[in-house]
């Protein structure tokens, strides 16, 4: 899922929109989808800014919780290094999107 978050970082970093046809994780793809569907309504500028900050504050969430159960269940070394490098990865990937959620925020 890291590598998926990643791309989901850069494509949007890229692009300055989403290729939604290009993020096949579940998780996102899923997530995703209901966001650009929920967009597509012709929402307020008010509930617009809810459903993105909504949306991006999912992929936060995301990005920490499978970490968080698989530290749990891991105990040789050799897989608690692999786990603690994806968790820094993600932890700056969550920083990203906290930043995001605070644009949103203060556009309101």
Not at 33 to 59: D, I, K
Not at 73 to 98: H, S
């Amino acid at each position: 899922m890291t590598n998926d978050l990643d791309f989901f970082l850069r494509d949007l970093a890229d692009n300055k929109s989403l290729t939604a046809g290009a993020h096949t994780n579940p998780v996102i793809k899923t997530r995703l989808n209901a966001w650009l569907t929920e967009r597509s309504r012709g929402l307020s500028p008010r509930n617009l800014a809810e459903a993105n900050q909504n949306f991006v504050s999912f992929l936060k969430i995301a990005c920490q919780t499978d970490v968080t159960a698989a530290k749990q269940n891991l105990t040789y070394d050799y897989f608690q290094r692999g786990l603690a490098d994806q968790q820094r990865m993600r932890n700056e990937i969550a920083e990203v999107f906290d930043k995001i959620i605070k644009g949103i925020q203060t556009n309101r």
